[in-house]
């Protein structure tokens, strides 16, 4: 695991200008094969909760979830990790907001573009419907959350809007919340709610 952070920072630092020899050595090391390029952090906590959840090592396995921070940078990634650069297979998982970003990066890039598994809104939108906003609010509740929740949901700006979006809202609201809690919707899912983007990621690997 510390291989597989060590090897984040040092594609992060490859994508803004870095040396890509310590990019190089570690992909060696790890046997890195799969990158699985995400927009962001809260992204990269659901992914490594699900593959707790499921029993699977993806650094053992050489896949490297990579948060690229936000979708506009996945050309750069995509040309850094895919054939044009270390040769990793290329996946995703994205909002459908930003598919555009992601086929552009990885036709560029020389990669598969059915590859690109999107979310309806974004993940933490799936989770919740997958959830129920009750679920959800119940886990708020045993975070301490849950009187921050009520303050939130009394702002002229959400009376009236359903609860789903409040719910969704008021995870991005802090920071560092939604990936605590992209975490934390994971490890309550059942099974069989797994959102199907998530899933459809997980038997690509």
């Known amino acids: 695991m510390a291989d597989m952070r060590a090897f984040r920072d040092a594609v992060t630092s490859w994508a803004t200008g870095g040396p890509d020899r310590p990019v190089r050595e570690l ?58 650069g270390l040769g990793l297979r290329l996946t995703g998982l994205c909002d459908e907001g930003e598919r555009g970003f992601y086929e552009r990066g990885l036709t560029r890039a020389q990669a598969p573009l059915q590859d690109v598994y999107a979310c309806a809104a974004d993940l933490e ?51 560092g919340r939604k990936i605590r809690y992209g975490r934390l919707l994971v490890e309550a899912l059942a099974p069989d709610r797994t959102p199907p983007p998530l899933d459809c990621l997980f038997a690509s690997l």
Request: hydrophobic share 45%; glycine share 12%; net charge positive.
């Open 27 to 84: 992909a060696g090391r790890l046997g890195a094969r799969t990158a699985v390029l995400v927009e962001g952090l809260s992204d990269l906590a659901a992914v490594e909760a699900l593959a707790d959840r499921r029993g699977r090592d993806l650094a053992a396995e050489g896949v490297c979830v990579m948060p690229m921070g936000g979708a506009m940078s996945v050309a750069r990634y995509a040309g850094l990790l895919g054939p044009p």
């Open 125 to 175: 939108d799936e989770l919740i419907r997958a959830l129920g906003t009750a679920e959800v609010e119940e886990i708020i509740r045993a975070e301490g959350d849950f009187r921050a929740w009520q303050t939130f949901q009394r702002q002229p700006a959400q009376l009236g809007r359903p609860r789903h979006q409040q719910v969704r809202r008021f995870l991005g609201t802090k920071k």
